[in-house]
T-cell receptor, first 110, second 113 residues
Framework: GENVEQHPSTLSVQEGDSAVIKCTYS??????FPWYKQELGKGPQLIID?????GEKKDQRIAVTLNKTAKHFSLHITETQPEDSAVYFC?????????FGKGTRLHILP | NAGVTQTPKFRILKIGQSMTLQCTQD?????MYWYRQDPGMGLKLIYY???????DKGEVPNGYNVSRSTTEDFPLRLELAAPSQTSVYFC????????????FGPGTRLLVL
């Protein structure tokens, strides 16, 4: 079955700098890769996603890149702001299942 | 729209007790899911449903049961609570025919002592 590895588990960046979170997946049949943001005490919320027929997608300050050959995808957040502090989860969908990574806790330092 | 709502927000159970975690969505989504979230372990799928009357097991179904009698409701039942079921439980829903863009509820924190 699918396995999703996410790194790092914790990331601290200075406000205004960029943050990058990386995920790898094992099932080459995976075709959909969402990223969710979870704020303290709340449920996860979809922030961006990418399908396997696209290499990159951008939405304002966030972007996701996908390398199907290497089976990895990354979340990029530019010009980080205090409200970006949260836990971020990547996921990969193959067949009728979505498998989540273990999450990255992002701290934005003032 | 309220989206996905879950009750209760927090519950303490004794070992061996039973309870039902409630989940309701008002977006007319066919797909609904139950996840558990343990510290540092991400989200694990317990059960899911692709429509009223249809349920299927996820990664970690042991110790849980579900039913789906209506489109809106997807309750999760714990029959004999065990300490290993201490976790935060999230219900989610998504559009018909798709596992994509899942909308999550606020979660239920369960402590089994």
């Amino acid at each position: 079955g699918e396995n999703v590895e996410q790194h790092p588990s914790t990331l601290s960046v200075q406000e205004g700098d960029s943050a990058v979170i990386k995920c790898t997946y094992s099932d080459s049949a995976s075709n959909y890769f969402p990223w969710y943001k979870q704020e303290l005490g709340k449920g996860p919320q979809l922030i961006i996603d990418i399908r396997s027929n696209v290499g990159e997608k951008k939405d304002q300050r966030i972007a996701v890149t996908l390398n199907k050959t290497a089976k990895h995808f990354s979340l990029h957040i530019t010009e980080t702001q205090p409200e970006d502090s949260a836990v971020y989860f990547c996921a990969a969908k193959a067949d009728d299942k979505i498998i989540f990574g273990k999450g990255t806790r992002l701290h934005i330092l003032p | 729209n309220a989206g996905v709502t879950q009750t209760p927000k927090f519950r303490i159970l004794k070992i061996g007790q039973s309870m039902t975690l409630q989940c309701t969505q008002d977006m007319n989504h066919n797909y609904m899911y139950w996840y558990r979230q343990d510290p540092g372990m991400g989200l694990k799928l317990i059960y899911y449903s692709v429509g009223a009357g249809i349920t299927d097991k996820g990664e970690v179904p042991n110790g849980y049961n579900v039913s789906r009698s209506t489109t809106e409701d997807f309750p999760l039942r714990l029959e004999l609570a065990a300490p290993s079921q201490t976790s935060v439980y999230f219900c989610a829903s998504s559009h018909m025919g798709s596992w994509e863009t899942q909308y999550f509820g606020p979660g239920t924190r369960l402590l089994v002592l």
